[in-house]
């Protein structure tokens, strides 16, 4: 299989691209624009693999997609190019609406024209795999429910919206013109690679720098974590062998409150890099306000893709996050140059800014 892989010098999508890389795929072309979140060094491993290529471009340029794709003889595309944090949509949900929601809608017009062209047989074969969030879905209550395939969407950010409008442009070319389509909804990732504004690598540097280590609100919003090499498999079995329209829910049945998170974390940093004069990192846990719009619980009920699909995670939180953590000690050459260059580790979404028109 030729894959083309959108957003794969990012943080789920280079993972997708060396677990493809590894497992033998015939083709990886690896698409990236390389903004702020996406970098190349997270592919080291893979930058000479024959089976990988790179091209940088932009999902809104459909004319170089539609280009890249005959070029390369593609089987399928894995769409994981995306605007993700939430606290930058929060600040400025523009670029979100241009590149999760404009984007998808320009890869999915050159897609289409691509596959209209393939033989009845290629047509048949290839698949269009949509990645997307249990955000989607909005806000649970802490003592009840689940996140089915079949839950309604409710999204409460700018980027949640974004996402749920990319899902249904999505199903939309598979009902109206026949594009061969799956979807996925995935729980919140972590992992090496992760690019440090998200909480686990944020909370990771900040102790080791001996910053404060913020949290949200009381730090008692659940979140469901997923190890981002568990959800390149689980991707890489979707596209394969995901029935066409349907959508499958990824989750590594680990929910977390914030705190507790974050207190693993000190926990495991006490063990493995202790600071002076026996202190501990929880000293430096910070309650800061809360974000606009926090959703209180997100929780997936990966079912479907277990009995389905055969996929089951490998890793539990626990061993996880401690190979995450082993991973951010002994990589400080990928991670210090995007402290240094591109952030800091500065409080986002404030949602002082206004929303720009165009």
Known sequence: MRILVTGGAGFIGSAVCRHLVQEGVERVVNVDKLTYAGNRQSLRAIENAPNHVFVQADICDDTALLDIMK?????????????????RSIDGPAAFVETNVVGTFRLLNATLAYWRELSSEAQEKFRFHHVSTDEVFGDLPFDSGIFTEETPY??????????AASDHFVRAWHETYGLPVVLSNCSNNYGPYHFPEKLIPLVILN????????????????????YVEDHARALALVV??????????????AERTNLSVVETICDL????????????????????????????????????????LGWHAQESF????ARTIDW???????????????YKGERLGHGHQKAKAG
């Open 240 to 253: 394969g062998k995901g029935e066409i329209g349907e959508s499958y829910n990824i989750g590594g049945r």
């Open 207 to 226: 102790a080791l720098d001996e910053k404060e280590l913020p949290v949200y609100g009381q730090g008692a919003n659940v979140r469901d974590w997923l």
């Open 71 to 87: 070029a390369e003889r593609i089987d399928a595309v894995m769409h994981l190019a995306a605007e993700s944090h939430v606290d």
């Open 318 to 321: 626990e061993t996880g996050i």
């Open 154 to 163: 409710a999204p409460s950010s700018p980027y949640s919206a974004s996402k």
């Open 269 to 308: 940093l006490d063990e493995r890099r202790p600071r002076d004069g026996g202190k501990s990192y929880r000293d430096l846990i910070t309650f800061v306000t809360d974000r606009p719009g926090h959703d209180r619980r997100y929780a997936i009920d990966p079912s479907k893709i277990e009995r389905d």
């Open 328 to 342: 951010y000690l002994e990589n400080e050459w990928w991670w210090g140059p995007l402290r240094a260059e591109r």
